[in-house]
């Protein structure tokens, strides 16, 4: 379609050497031009070590009527960071009532053209603040916030034994007890399908009761700084073969932590408590499964702290089980830890 970028997925090309070996090759082995395609376009030429061949296309034209703005990806960025587009899809409603996803849009923030930046190793110049990035596709408009703040995200899968601390580290989990239990991470990056629908790429998973970690949050100064945890709590019960919930709670989590800052006892103010449910049993004895229903994150606010410079200590421990109805699970309650957020208040 009109203004799409060349998509090779699914594409095949054999490599003829010259000592006689041919090669099969796929999309991540060529190069091809990614300028938006116009009408009137009938080739692509894609290359391999510098030898090319022009693949066959048709372009079509077809009237907008509107795009919808989907984003799933972070909204609030550590000052400093790379602000992406990851997490963003771009859906055209065309005139027939038809929807295609479209990667030829443009990014703006302010009038500034920054699709360049956002689509590559991401725009670091944003000054703390809150943004509205509009998204324009063939003169249609939609957009999306987010938000700069002062400060740094500390990935919950960012966790090591006490022994294999690297040297110098800086913000970052340390297990102080597992209990003989996991108080593992869970890498969406490596694959996992346990993780696929995990709050941004990564999660400390299956915290349970007498676990607990120590959150090193390094600062510069002396400062003040709100610290905000988020979570999900989650009864589970494992099918080996796909792992589908079964059962998740709702509670009053910050009744379930204990937590200290550099040794003094931290009080979570906040009553927050987690999204849950559970699925119904159908009438030929299977259930109907919301793989969604045990990542609905929320955030408990540890309120201001008073950070020293140098390392600083949050030591976080779960000290009961977290309370199911139902018969529904085998399982024991857990809770997930998405991450750590540390707000500057100067």
């Known amino acids: 379609m009109e203004g799409d970028i060349f998509d090779p997925t699914g594409i095949k090309v054999k490599a003829y050497w010259s000592h006689g070996i041919d090669e099969e090759l796929n999309k991540n082995d060529i190069s091809y031009d990614k300028t938006p395609l116009k009408e009137g376009d009938t080739k692509v030429t894609i290359t391999y070590e510098g030898v090319t061949l022009d693949v066959a296309i048709t372009v079509v034209s077809v009237k907008v009527e509107s795009i ?27 005139e027939d009532g038809t929807e295609k996803e479209v990667t030829a849009y443009t990014l703006t923030i302010n009038s500034k053209d920054v699709t360049a930046d956002m689509t590559g190793e ?84 299956e915290v349970k009761k007498g676990n607990s970690f120590n959150v090193h949050v390094y600062s510069e100064v002396d400062r003040k700084a709100d610290i905000t945890m988020t979570a999900a709590s989650c009864v589970i019960s494992k099918d080996m073969a796909s792992w589908k919930p079964i059962e998740m709670a709702s509670v009053q989590l910050n009744k379930l932590l204990k937590a200290t800052a550099n040794g003094k006892d931290v009080v ?17 004895g299977s259930y109907t499964y919301d ?25 976080v421990e779960l000290i009961d089980a977290i309370p199911f109805e139902g018969t529904l699970t085998g399982g024991s309650g857990t809770i997930n830890i998405d991450k750590f957020e540390v707000s500057f208040k100067d």
């Open 291 to 315: 793989a969604n229903i045990w990542v609905k994150w929320q955030s408990v606010v540890f309120g201001e702290m008073e950070l020293k410079k140098g390392d600083n200590i949050i030591y």
């Open 68 to 94: 919808k703005v989907e984003y799933a990806g972070e909204t609030r960025f550590p000052l400093g960071t790379a602000v992406t587009n990851n997490g963003l899809k771009v859906i055209a409603v065309l």
């Open 122 to 205: 991401g725009l670091k110049d944003l000054e703390k603040g809150a943004y509205t990035i509009t998204v324009t596709y063939k003169d249609k408009t939609g957009s999306y916030n987010i938000e700069v703040f002062n400060g740094y995200i500390i990935e919950a899968e960012d966790i090591y034994n006490k022994d294999e601390v690297p040297e110098n580290a800086t913000n970052y989990l340390e297990k102080v007890s597992a209990s003989g239990v996991q108080l593992g991470a869970i890498r969406y990056s490596d694959g996992k399908k346990d993780a696929e629908f995990a709050s941004g790429q990564a999660y400390l998973g």
């Open 268 to 284: 979570i103010t906040d009553d927050v408590i987690l999204p849950g449910g559970a699925t119904q049993p159908n009438e030929d």
